[in-house]
């Protein structure tokens, strides 16, 4: 997807003549709840559909209405979709942070502003690009009090006219975003118009920019990580959902019920196959769905970090009692409440080993929408086959924003519900205990209420084979040590990582999660600006398969690169591998919240290599 | 009133409506100490399923951790259990019954583990009506951490070591009625008979039974000076009403003077009748309720029986609207849509 | 205290004919709630008082009464006061496992049994020794329904008889044990001599084991590690203690209250000068100690796993919002309830990375009880000193056991309140922000309401020096990042460990807590047995200091010896010194709940180190 | 009925009893929505702490996670404050009140905060009287999280999305009467006059001072068909009493016919005149209190005003019966026991 003759020539700064098509990245700097959603994403929309790579990431406030949101697209023929360091062209629509915005740009950008701000007076080796929006949206809207919501598609209307983008793709999406509203439709495309017409008789185009139709996304969807994982979830055939709300994780359950609504009611009955209980709390959101999943049912919830710390109790229970369920986890900056609304992969270490005593949980990786719903479908299948709970590490910059993708392949997998003791096979055993090793894989054949076979009594206390209560040492030590032989055995049953081994490349770099994106885009910066040609392995889960270490043997440096301070997922690497290959590795981290961008990993390992940037 | 049929604690040959004997719903043998109240429920619990002729194969067993949340494993062998964690049990309770609406739960808790960690989970169990039986064993202490005070202990209640209670005590039925409980009921351990009518009748209502069972900690909280101890409770009890209970399957004719007796038919088709005793009480009259909590309180009394019951309120899986068929049971056809429905989704999204 | 030469000569097992002096472990096997308590101190007492270096390690089930319950005595010459795996004398009073308890024996170890249990019949390679309880008791106590509660003071009549204790140690211990109640001591007095009578007349000592008064216990106390606990918190000057009962830590604050109430009333005002709080659960508890520490007061809570696990969201607060409180975790076994009367370090690696998002916490790592009392007084430093939540990782073994002790010493240090601002300081430093950088070292200077300085606002979402609330994000990685010196600060202010460097030692061992007394033991063992001289470091906290790794250095193979089933204090190790050194790390790993013994150490080194043992 | 000297919202220039502006009382900007009854809330606490003349360093604010619980950046913004965890806060705030009882806490919180995962703090806060005022800033729903229900949502009420709550609502005015609060009140934010001299009244309490103030969100809960929007609410509010505050620093003389107004002392010397509007509503009778709750309920009313006051009952530290010194500045020498307290414990363990 990026040709390198074509990465080297990216979208210089500064003013240029050459034009520079389908590579550039706006910045809209509004205020939150003053309803630039819909601008933004027409805007988003109309370049997606005239066939040209996009991505679009908020970063919005933790609060309702009233602070500053900034709505950063990114368009990128060569198909990057991490997060642009620089901003090309800024669209200032908050007079707060309007002079702050214009300061903290490239020379050479572009600034689309409200004309009454005055922002060419802020510095001169800009492209300006005044807008009288008030009187411009007071023409095309009589009643003051709709202004507002308006306003903002006069921008949309500036810039298809500057970039050139074809308005009816424009006009489209709009139509698409406000199809059942009439009247707002009307209103907001006379405002588009308005942007545009005033684009073209008043503006000169002075900056390099433009967009060209491309086919490269045909056929594909856009879509938040999160609403992928509801999809991947109805799919998997989840029937108990119990949950609290909190961001980014929120929008996992409330996508999960409408869709649920719509495609889970049963035919014949028209009641639902599916019970989705909004909890007093997230211990009591994880104690439903550990009940449900102790009965047999396919259970999750969803959380974000402070919920993670909540259920650490309970988590320790299912891994103890060895009881099924899913559980989200889109990570949030920050111990405590830390920042809600910003990006991070920093709740992998506790969540790796939550809860009190020897534990261990299995953890999915996912990069993409895409991954997130398999890897939905797929953990609700280990959780059974494992017995155990079972996280979906995700993030809010996958959870929450927009993403392109392929659609998503139905299912062609049953579903796997695991060691279930039948009539035959309680024959075959002879005779049957709960926690009793069978297969040698540590899994044991449980049996669920109301199947008509035996009863046992699960409990968080010691207990023997037969899961009678036990306190003696050797139950115990065997016991634990067939969980563990249970979670080794998961290594062969999680997805294994993704490698791209480069012929005498003598750098490694470990990803995972988002921060692929950024990644993978920084080894083309890598390898076309200063020539270091780097493999690449992407973990997509935790156990880790053996391959690991071989990548890591096969490297002389191999930095791992993460969304945390602490080195979270470098931490399990050096636990895992041979203790000879970890003075190889080493670390580049990134937890300021922001969504992780390409030249920041560059600047790092390049600095780390003794090559100053 | 005379009436007939409840039969008396069934002698070991004899055999329920589904053929089996008691033992068949006996536990493992109790690690309790020798005399606990709880003891006497679990036997309680063992009679009503057994007089019921409940399959163990229909019911399920839940706790959280405490002494009293021991005893799940000491009734019904046959039926799955789970002892959880301390005051979480509502929760767990709550998921499993989402996932099989066609087995009876039954669950034991303590003051402890109810009134103290627990009672964040015991309002929303309430509010919710969620189809089960709420034990709670209240003996006014922590039993299995060695008898520190619970926060069901009355204020001025005595710890051997002289420790007072100074806070107010939580009255769990005074709180359940609050949270709109359907059916909240107060016995004591040493009172045989209106227990075990009033554990059928909870195994008869379709909807949250919290039951607050006195229960005495003989070795930490039955002394002088306690308002939980054996001889306290039994002089302080004051039964509302003298209950009776006739199961949906036995058709038995009940005569009685009129307005004397008060007949509440159940989910079931079972049928109490309440012979009144404390002036002509109404236990499906809210307010008369409330009242008669705080009155017998306010006497340092414990009224007994049930004190409230509403038979027809919607329980969680009814508001809910979930289909019949067990969830955890439902076929792969039924949970996972079909292509069409993924395509659809798809479409949506380009 | 181990002389070589003497600890060759360890008690042989199977009869001999040379006597064993002072060398020998006692298990008394009753039921729980029996009353057997009284005669197990007293025999613990006799010997102590005889000088004899002893340690009591009580083996009882989770209920109140009815199960079986194991009474360990071992005294030492050697002033081994670790559990001894081999039982030399076995009490026989509970029916219901005598028979299993006789089995468990070696070859030539004694039987004290009640004659009616006929346990000579089982098998014919023991010394037994059968006891008519019931006739005896009978005789000494008329009144039936006390029987039960003087019966075991006969066995130690009969020890006294056989071991050579003198009686009238005997009769001291009891009297000390009965101060209060003179019927119950006469009738008890009355049974000891009734044993100590029969034994004398009736049975033909057939077994080496002697008891010769030593002078080894010399000014020494006999205590339990929680009672340490209680007394180094008092003397820290605690004030405001929330808890919630949870075994095995209760002890630790109803000791507290105990000696608060006795030796912390205000002598003017005869009112407490402190607040000790039952909260309904450890979340509260830890709510309440943090509310009590963010205004200035020395507070704390106590707790084991489930309630580590239930306070972690707290923790992570008091982490990143910086506010101190001291936290004791008496360890037990397992996830979940596990174990809640076994013994454990299994809470390591989750306390030590407790919370979601980048944190860690510094732990102290006592081995004794007179450790546990300094390290209580230096944790309420530390705390104020760090501005953050501090962990004082005992366990069951420690905390409930009975161990000998010297006298602890007053504290000579004055309390360390840490930074606190002071009309000075803001003067000097012209204008204060609360998290703000001054000294380099990541601790910033604080305020307490009521103090007359100025406010600030204390919140776990993002801030700025300030304290105001901030999503920018370079005031959150400038945030965490100065939160992250002070850890590594913390590596210069915890106690550094105890280094035993043995000239020409190849092997190393690095222990912590209660696996101190095993180690050391094993030690003497690996050299006497095997030749294999070894170094020893004993860890005392977390973070750990440079020394680790130079210890690591210096030897070929390192063996971290833990009571944990997946090696938690290695993880911890590994991750901190030189990855160069992490392949000379092996582990001893003992998890099935019962004390650390030597000999499981020294097996499991000598297996390793290609020596079957 | 005449009274005089409750001075209305103090105009720019005029300074309280401490010679403190209005100003001085006030906090950082709010970043509510505009129009939000939390902001309401915010400005009537500036009042009345700045009418009480109290110094900001002898407050503390507190709070749980929610735009309620923002707010306390709002207002005084001199004095020390906590924003704590979700639905915590009131375990905080009692630690805070043992290490300094020389303070005055005030905790604010919202109805998810309080009402679902921190039900169980709340419960126990209000068993233990700790010294604080608390506020409940009752929208029926999570705000911050953009709006879904929340437990004390009335059974019936509908959100945007049209999703009914069919769950029985948390009556917290209920809920803290039966745990045996001291001071239990209800208001609304758009009834100023009300609510200033109900936290006036609240100030000068002692113990814990529990105020339900419905509070409109007007982004997601303010729409026809929801019962706490603010229309809803300015329709069904039933006054019990008219209020009027007298501090304890104006010594003034009210008259009045007897019978039609009840005087309450407070814990400072302040004193409440109520002037009875419902019938004779007497707010220290626990019976009446609990009774007004429900039936006003039952109309599909807000009975607002004191709801139930018992001035005298001891607060939390008085039972503990600690020092009058805060613990949290008491001296080394109190603190740490000499020399001779250790030997004395050594020797009782030889
Ligand atoms: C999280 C947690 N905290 C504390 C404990 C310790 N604990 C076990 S049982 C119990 C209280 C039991 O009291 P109650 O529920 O009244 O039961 P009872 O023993 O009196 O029947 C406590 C505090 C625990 N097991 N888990
Ligand atoms: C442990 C935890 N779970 C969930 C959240 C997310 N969260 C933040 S505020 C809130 C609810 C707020 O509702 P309420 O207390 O009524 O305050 P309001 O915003 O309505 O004023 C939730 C669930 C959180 N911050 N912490
Ligand atoms: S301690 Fe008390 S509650 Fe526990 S078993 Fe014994 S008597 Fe029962
Ligand atoms: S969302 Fe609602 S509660 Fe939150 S600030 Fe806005 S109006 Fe107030
Ligand atoms: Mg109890
Ligand atoms: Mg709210």
């Known amino acids: ?613 | 009133m005379t009436t007939s049929g409840t039969p008396a604690p069934a002698p070991a040959r004899k055999v329920n409506r589904i053929g089996l004997e008691l033992a068949a719903y006996r536990g493992g043998k109790s690690t309790l100490c020798a005399g606990c109240g709880h003891n006497a429920i679990s036997e309680r619990i063992v009679e009503a399923f057994y007089e019921m002729g409940v399959e163990s194969q229909r019911v399920i067993k839940l706790s959280g951790i405490g002494c009293s949340s021991k005893s799940p494993a000491y009734f019904l062998g046959q039926s799955h259990g789970f002892n959880s964690v301390h005051g979480r049990m509502p929760s767990v309770a709550t998921g499993a019954m989402l996932a099989n609406k066609g087995l009876l739960a039954i669950g034991v808790s303590g003051d402890g583990d109810t009134g103290a960690i627990g009672i964040g989970q015991f309002v929303h169990l309430m509010r919710r009506n969620v189809p089960m039986i709420y034990i709670v064993e209240n003996n006014g202490c922590y039993g299995l951490t060695k008898g520190q005070l619970s926060p069901t202990a009355d204020i001025g209640s005595t710890l051997k070591n002289g420790v007072v209670s100074d806070l107010p005590a939580i009255d769990l039925c005074a709180l359940a009625l609050d949270l709109g409980a359907s059916f909240v009921a107060r016995s004591f351990s040493g009172d045989k008979k209106q227990m075990l009518s009033l554990l059928k009748a909870a195994i008869a209502h379709r909807g949250t039974a919290m039951l607050d069972i006195i229960s005495p900690c003989v070795t930490f909280n039955d002394h002088e000076g306690s308002t939980k101890s054996y001889s306290y409770v039994k002089d302080h009890e004051e039964p509302l009403e003298e209950i009776s209970f006739v199961p949906f399957f036995e058709d038995i004719s009940v005569d009685y003077e009129p307005g004397t007796v008060q007949a509440v038919s159940l989910h079931d088709g079972s049928t109490l009748f309440l012979k009144k005793l404390a002036g002509d009480y109404d236990p499906t009259n809210e307010p008369m309720a409330r009242r008669v909590i705080y009155e017998s309180a306010a006497r340092g009394e414990f009224a007994t029986g049930l004190i409230y019951v509403e038979p027809n309120r919607p329980d969680f899986l009814a508001l809910l609207n979930v289909v019949d068929e067990p969830l955890a049971s439902l076929s792969p056809e039924k949970i996972r849509p079909p292509r069409e429905v993924l395509d659809a989704i798809m479409d949506e999204l380009r």
């Open chain 1, 1 to 613: 997807m990026t040709p390198p003759e074509l990465a080297v020539q990216e979208a210089p700064t500064g003013p240029v003549t050459t034009p520079v098509v389908n590579d550039f990245s706006i910045q809209v700097a509004t205020v939150n709840g003053s309803g630039s959603q819909t601008a933004n994403l027409v805007l988003l929309r109309s370049l997606f559909q005239s066939g040209v790579p996009v991505s679009g990431k908020n970063l919005f406030p933790s609060n309702i209405a009233g602070l500053p949101t900034w709505f950063t697209i990114r368009a990128s023929r060569h198909g990057y979709v991490g997060r642009k360091k620089e901003i090309d062209i800024l669209v200032a629509m908050n007079p707060e942070t309007a002079r702050d915005d214009v300061l903290g740009l490239e020379p050479g950008a572009v600034a689309v502003y409200d004309e009454a701000l005055k922002l060419d007076a802020v510095r001169d080796d800009l492209i300006f690009y005044p807008v009288p929006f008030d009187k411009l949206v007071a023409a095309v809207c009589p009643d003051a009090k709709l202004r507002k919501l308006v306003r903002n598609m006069i921008y949309d209307g500036v810039l298809s006219q500057l970039l050139g983008i074809d308005l009816s793709q424009m006009e489209r999406a709009l139509g698409r975003q406000l199809a059942k509203k009439a009247k707002a439709l009307s209103l907001n495309q006379a405002a588009l118009h308005a942007g545009f017409d005033f684009a073209g008789t008043t503006l000169r185009k002075r900056d390099p920019f433009v967009v060209e139709p491309m086919s490269a996304t045909a056929g594909m969807i856009l879509i938040e990580g999160n609403a992928a994982a509801a999809i991947g979830s109805m799919m998997a055939g989840v029937t108990v959902v119990a949950w609290y709300p909190i961001t980014p994780s929120s929008s996992v359950c409330e996508t999960l019920t409408t869709y649920m609504r719509k495609y889970r009611m049963d035919k014949e009955s028209g009641k639902a196959t599916f019970a989705i209980v909004q909890a007093e709390d997230e211990l009591s959101a994880l104690g439903m769905a550990l009940g449900a999943g102790w009965l047999g049912a396919r259970s999750m919830t969803a959380t974000a970090g402070p919920g993670i710390s909540l259920m650490s109790e309970f988590t320790g229970l299912g891994y103890y009692a060895e009881i099924p369920t899913v559980i989200f986890d889109v990570q949030r900056v920050g111990p405590s409440t830390g920042l809600p609304t910003r990006t991070a992969q920093g709740d992998i270490l506790s969540t790796a080993f939550l809860s009190h005593g020897d534990t261990r949980h299995p953890m999915f990786l996912p990069s993409s929408p895409g991954e997130v719903y398999t890897m939905a479908i797929e953990a609700f299948d280990l959780a059974e086959r494992l017995q155990t709970p079972v996280f979906v590490m995700s993030d809010l910059d996958l959870g929450m924003n927009l993403w392109m993708s392929d659609p998503f392949p139905y299912p062609e997998k049953p579903l796997d519900r695991g060691k279930r003791l039948t009539p035959d096979k309680l024959r075959e055993l002879g005779d049957w205990g709960r926690y009793k090793e069978v297969d040698g894989d540590g899994i044991p054949y449980r049996t669920v209420a109301g199947d008509g076979l035996p009863a046992y009594f699960v409990r968080g206390s010691g207990h023997n084979e037969r899961g009678q209560y036990s306190e003696r040492p050797a139950d115990y030590v065997a016991n634990v040590d067939r969980i563990d032989r249970k979670f080794r055995h998961a290594r062969t049953l999680v997805p294994p990582p993704v490698i791209e081994r480069v012929a005498g490349a003598r750098v490694g770099i470990i990803g995972y999660g988002t921060s692929h994106w950024g990644i993978s885009e920084s080894r083309d910066q890598l390898r076309h600006e200063a020539g270091i040609a780097t493999s690449y392995l992407r973990l997509r889960a935790f156990p880790f398969s053996p391959d690991v270490g071989a990548f890591i043997a096969a490297h002389d440096r191999v930095y791992i690169v993460e969304q945390n301070r602490d080195g979270q997922m470098g931490t399990l690497v050096k636990l895992d591998v041979d203790a000879a290959l970890t003075p190889r590795l080493r670390h580049v981290l990134h937890y300021d919240g922001l969504p992780l961008d390409a030249r920041t990993i560059t600047d790092e390992i390049l600095r780390q290599e003794g090559r100053q940037p």
